[in-house]
């Protein structure tokens, strides 16, 4: 038979991965907890028009990597590529503006996207990320922000680089399209296919080019902040003294676009230094626009998403052990074995993690495997031990031994210190 293996650019979580999955689950919930976000989980799929609408037909999301299809009754669904417009949808649809004029959300979720994988990109990944609408104040935008920074550096993420933009208002952005359009239009010729096509559509796109010849000639030209308006001058620079008061530092990235049509005003990307080409650990930023856009009451929101991927390759792989069993039952002949499973369920019952052998190894073998999962104590039962009622405990790390009638072991354990 032939073997059927995973779909490119997909992977599995193996036994000996899923604890790092699962502690960096951990610190998120206790850090969303802290900053008082609550999590909101939405479908796998929703309907296409919800990501065109919301994210832009323009983005190489919406234009080329969405796994969509038209369902046996005809409607047009896609597998959710981000979770802003997902949220933003749930918002509106249960009225949660309505309930509390803000809203503070955090979700992890999976994701799908069909990009060329590598390392550190792939079609399925794994977002954790946070909504916050009702404020259009510079204070919610600081809190998001220090919330991000908090979180990497509790999970021992270092050489971190918070980049740091403003692209305006809607006023602003049209200005600097134009800025940008009259400044690269003699440039036109030099430009690649892909920045020619966004000229017209999109040109603030082609900020995001990675072609060297086309950064440079970008380098000569307009910055957002000479289309920013007063009020998006203010804004700006109040988060920044913000950021400055909490002691949160960060580098000016005035071009600074991000992908995603629905930015307003602040835009931010915190990279690292322990990863390759796909340095982009989170980014995020104001969407004041995209409640309204998606069929809601206007109301500002500001957020990011954060790939969990990259940071777990970013944070290396560490030796901690992801055993949590305490004790392990040795067990010696036929005769033991009820005896054995007993056991095994008793301290189970009592929150003891215990494990023993299904494979009817010889004792030798067993010791082994009690050593390899890392527990601290072995029980031993054998017809001997199962006649006169008692088990041996043998404390691993100490080599101690000590007779403990059957009876009394549960108790015994829970009183062991572990
Ligand atoms: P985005 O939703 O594109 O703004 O991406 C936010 C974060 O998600 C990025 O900074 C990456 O850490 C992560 N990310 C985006 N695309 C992928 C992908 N294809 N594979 C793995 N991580 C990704």
Same mark, same amino acid.
């Given at each position: 038979?032939?073997?059927?293996?995973?779909?490119?650019?997909?992977?599995?979580?193996?036994?000996?991965?899923?604890?790092?999955?699962?502690?960096?689950?951990?610190?998120?919930?206790?850090?969303?907890?802290?900053?008082?976000?609550?999590?909101?989980?939405?479908?796998?799929?929703?309907?296409?028009?919800?990501?065109?609408?919301?994210?832009?037909?323009?983005?190489?999301?919406?234009?080329?990597?969405?796994?969509?299809?038209?369902?046996?009754?005809?409607?047009?669904?896609?597998?959710?590529?981000?979770?802003?417009?997902?949220?933003?949808?749930?918002?509106?649809?249960?009225?949660?503006?309505?309930?509390?004029?803000?809203?503070?959300?955090?979700?992890?979720?999976?994701?799908?996207?069909?990009?060329?994988?590598?390392?550190?990109?792939?079609?399925?990944?794994?977002?954790?990320?946070?909504?916050?609408?009702?404020?259009?104040?510079?204070?919610?935008?600081?809190?998001?922000?220090?919330?991000?920074?908090?979180?990497?550096?509790?999970?021992?993420?270092?050489?971190?680089?918070?980049?740091?933009?403003?692209?305006?208002?809607?006023?602003?952005?049209?200005?600097?399209?134009?800025?940008?359009?009259?400044?690269?239009?003699?440039?036109?010729?030099?430009?690649?296919?892909?920045?020619?096509?966004?000229?017209?559509?999109?040109?603030?796109?082609?900020?995001?080019?990675?072609?060297?010849?086309?950064?440079?000639?970008?380098?000569?030209?307009?910055?957002?902040?000479?289309?920013?308006?007063?009020?998006?001058?203010?804004?700006?620079?109040?988060?920044?003294?913000?950021?400055?008061?909490?002691?949160?530092?960060? /580098? *000016? @990235?005035?071009?600074?676009?991000?992908?995603? $049509?629905?930015? =307003?005003?602040?835009?931010?990307? #915190?990279?690292?230094? +322990?990863?390759?080409?796909?340095?982009?650990?989170?980014?995020?930023?104001?969407?004041?626009?995209?409640?309204?856009?998606?069929?809601?009451?206007?109301?500002?929101?500001?957020?990011?998403?954060?790939?969990?991927?990259?940071?777990?390759?970013?944070?290396?792989?560490?030796?901690?052990?992801?055993?949590?069993?305490?004790?392990?039952?040795?067990?010696?002949?036929?005769?033991?074995?009820?005896?054995?499973?007993?056991?095994?369920?008793?301290?189970?019952?009592?929150?003891?993690?215990?494990?023993?052998?299904?494979?009817?190894?010889?004792?030798?073998?067993?010791?082994?495997?009690?050593?390899?999962?890392?527990?601290?104590?072995?029980?031993?039962?054998?017809?001997? /031990? *199962? @006649?006169?009622?008692?088990?041996?405990?043998? $404390?691993?790390? =100490?080599?101690?031994?000590?007779? #403990?009638?059957?009876? +009394?072991?549960?108790?015994?354990?829970?009183?062991?210190?572990?």
């Amino acid at each position: 038979m032939t073997f059927i293996r995973t779909i490119k650019g997909t992977q599995d979580i193996l036994p000996g991965q899923s604890h790092r999955w699962q502690a960096l689950e951990t610190t998120i919930r206790n850090i969303m907890d802290r900053y008082g976000y609550k999590e909101i989980r939405t479908p796998v799929f929703e309907r296409t028009e919800l990501f065109a609408r919301g994210i832009g037909e323009e983005t190489d999301i919406v234009s080329k990597e969405m796994y969509s299809w038209t369902d046996q009754g005809g409607e047009n669904l896609t597998l959710k590529p981000e979770l802003t417009a997902p949220v933003v949808r749930s918002f509106i649809q249960h009225n949660l503006g309505g309930q509390s004029p803000i809203n503070k959300l955090y979700y992890i979720d999976a994701l799908f996207r069909r990009e060329r994988p590598q390392k550190g990109r792939y079609r399925q990944f794994h977002q954790f990320g946070i909504e916050a609408f009702g404020s259009e104040h510079p204070e919610i935008d600081a809190e998001v922000i220090a919330l991000a920074m908090a979180l990497f550096s509790n999970i021992g993420l270092t050489g971190l680089t918070l980049k740091l933009n403003s692209i305006g208002s809607p006023e602003c952005r049209r200005n600097y399209r134009n800025a940008i359009r009259d400044f690269l239009t003699p440039h036109f010729d030099e430009l690649s296919e892909t920045s020619r096509n966004r000229f017209e559509k999109n040109p603030l796109r082609i900020l995001d080019t990675k072609i060297p010849h086309e950064i440079e000639i970008l380098n000569d030209g307009p910055n957002v902040s000479d289309s920013w308006t007063e009020e998006d001058k203010t804004h700006f620079n109040e988060v920044c003294a913000l950021l400055d008061a909490m002691g949160i530092q960060y /580098e *000016l @990235a005035l071009r600074l676009v991000r992908g995603l $049509d629905y930015y =307003t005003r602040t835009t931010f990307e #915190i990279t690292s230094t +322990a990863l390759g080409a796909q340095d982009a650990i989170c980014g995020g930023g104001r969407y004041d626009g995209l409640v309204e856009t998606l069929g809601g009451k206007p109301t500002p929101g500001i957020g990011f998403a954060a790939g969990m991927e990259r940071i777990l390759l970013a944070l290396g792989e560490e030796s901690s052990s992801s055993s949590t069993n305490q004790v392990y039952i040795v067990g010696l002949g036929d005769a033991v074995r009820p005896t054995v499973l007993e056991l095994a369920e008793n301290l189970r019952r009592n929150n003891v993690a215990t494990e023993f052998d299904t494979l009817r190894r010889s004792m030798k073998a067993q010791m082994r495997e009690a050593n390899k999962a890392g527990v601290k104590y072995a029980i031993l039962i054998g017809d001997q /031990e *199962l @006649a006169s009622g008692q088990a041996e405990v043998k $404390d691993l790390s =100490t080599g101690d031994q000590q007779k #403990i009638a059957l009876d +009394a072991l549960v108790a015994h354990i829970n009183s062991l210190p572990f």
